[in-house]
């Protein structure tokens, strides 16, 4: 299935909280009723669009099904010649992983990043390390820094 990439609006909000609560990340928010799931979400998006150093994609398959998603943000820093570029989130449904929708949507990331001038895209990836295991990121670009668990890719 061809899938696309759009800017999140405030419907993507439960689409989005299904993904999150379907792929178990994150104990407290899939220990919350669905409804609390969404409204949390919703409240993020709402700051995300109105923000102008902070963008969401999610990525629609031709059913037009919401199937992942990608947040980032500028991160001004002083000792970097230019800001970074952050990705806080990227997340694609179980029954569509491998098919290059997480590939899509951080291909977009790296687009937006040059886009606004970033020097570099940095990510931290937390407690679940099987992505970084399979490759994911290292063969995009990102160089692993194990010690505080981030990677970069230089632009």
């Known amino acids: 299935m061809k899938t696309t990439l759009r800017p999140a609006m ?10 999150l609560d379907q792929l178990g990340w994150f104990e407290e ?21 109105d923000s102008p150093t902070q963008e969401c994609q999610v990525a629609v398959n031709e059913a037009g099904r919401v199937v992942g998603y990608a947040h980032c943000h500028q991160v001004p820093y002083f000792f970097l010649p ?4 952050y990705l806080s989130e990227l997340f694609v449904e179980s029954e569509h992983q491998r098919q290059g929708v997480g590939s899509l949507l951080l291909d977009w990331v790296k687009e937006r990043a040059v886009a606004r001038g970033a020097s ?6 937390g407690r679940h390390r099987d992505s970084f295991q399979s490759g994911f990121y290292t063969k ?11 990677m970069i890719c230089p632009m």
Not at 10 to 19: E, F, G, V
Request: no cysteine; aromatic share 10%; hydrophobic share 40%.
């Open 82 to 85: 230019e800001a970074e570029w």
């Open 140 to 150: 995009r670009g990102f160089i692993d820094k194990t010690d505080r668990a981030s």
């Open 120 to 125: 570099r895209v940095s990510l931290f990836t």
């Open 10 to 19: 405030l419907a993507d909000a439960k689409p989005i909280a299904r993904i």
């Open 29 to 49: 928010f899939s220990a919350q009723d669905p409804k609390l799931q969404e409204d949390r979400v919703k409240s993020f998006l709402r700051e995300t669009l």
